[in-house]
């Protein structure tokens, strides 16, 4: 009569089993007989649109309420001779005129930067063009961010009829995602003999410029 040598193999039943997620059980027959039991798991990551844009105070991704004031006096002797006036030294986040720009995007292969104004007036009947301010662009030295391109934003120009939008800067996409920073600085080209009073203001007789980014 033949004998069969069956214990390891109900050695092997007799081991408490879990079930976890997908799984195999292999149960080699003989000491020296390979096995190999495999087991997988799916991974999914989902990345939302993100468009992110900040002129002057604020951090990157961060909300903020604040609205700098860029403020220019002309002095007694310079008025309207031509010699550019440069802003106070509290004006913008940066001082001195001088804003911070950030552009953050990843939904779009171009994203657009425009500026939208009204007419700079002194709320008495006299204007001033926005063509008078002007804008210098240039790479941020203090406060840069890590993965950004710190080359500078080109300035959308103002718009030529001092009321509505401007020419707008597009910006190409790099490998899906936008991440561009720079600084503003504007000065007043202090061209025109104007009337005494104040243009403009916080949100008042046409001061304020709005910046809008745009991803299709």
Known sequence: MKKYYIAPVIASLATPLAAIAES????P???????TASAKLDFQIT???VLFLQVGSGSNLANNTKVDLIDFTVPVGNVGDG????????????????????LMANGASTVSLNSNVTQLN?????NVGWNRIAV?????TTGMTAGYNNTGITHPAFAASNTGDGQPTNIAAVNGTVREEGKWTFTYRNQDILAAGTYGGVNTKGGRVIYTATMP
Do not use: F, H, K, Y
Not at 29 to 35: D, F, L, N, R
Not at 136 to 140: C, D, G, R, Y
């Open 29 to 35: 027959i003989g000491a020296q007989t390979a096995a």
């Open 122 to 126: 002194n709320g008495s009947g006299s």
């Open 47 to 49: 990345i939302p649109r």
């Open 24 to 27: 195999e059980q292999v149960t």
């Open 83 to 102: 010699s550019v006036v440069a802003a106070s030294a509290a004006s913008g986040d940066l001082g001195t005129g001088a804003v911070t720009v950030r």
């Open 136 to 140: 210098a662009s240039a790479p941020l």
